[in-house]
């Protein structure tokens, strides 16, 4: 069974950092990508960032570029989100999610990194900047 356990969130000033941490396990990190997702109050559930650990690939919204980082902890089956210079938009509840390569792969570039494609979930770590 595939399972995702998101930590690290957290109150926060405007220009602070926090590391997110996603605990893997279920399943083999050579089979799967890993996406971080968001979703604000009121707010659709959007991407962040994503990585293929096989592929070393890694995808980024637009608000993410520059900012944050993904990473890949293979042998420990741990991804991570390193988020910096962080902004009162950037509250939210963020997610952990998993899919398949071979569906990751098979959406177009643009779609990859897309709650779409994730088929299991975490629970979800708040994070709160504070302006």
């Known amino acids: 069974e595939v399972q995702l356990v998101e930590s690290g969130g957290g109150l926060v000033q405007t220009g602070g950092s926090l590391r997110l941490s996603c605990a893997a396990s279920?399943?083999?990190?050579?089979?799967?990508?890993i996406g971080w997702f968001r979703q604000a109050p009121g707010k659709e559930r959007e991407e962040v960032s994503c990585?293929?650990?096989?592929?070393?690939?890694?995808y980024f919204a637009d608000s993410a570029k520059g900012r944050f980082t993904i990473s890949s902890d293979d042998a420990n089956n741990m991804v991570y989100l390193q988020m910096n210079s962080l902004k009162p938009e950037d509250t939210a509840v963020y997610y952990c999610?998993?899919?398949?390569?071979?569906?990751?792969?098979?959406?177009?570039?643009?779609?990859?990194?897309?709650?779409?494609?994730?088929?299991?979930w975490g629970q979800g770590t708040q994070v709160t900047v504070s302006s």
């Open positions: 999610a998993a899919a398949m390569e071979e569906y990751f792969y098979y959406a177009d570039y643009n779609e990859r990194c897309k709650g779409h494609t994730f088929t299991s």
């Open positions: 279920g399943f083999s990190f050579d089979d799967y990508a």
């Open positions: 990585i293929s650990p096989s592929e070393g690939t890694t």
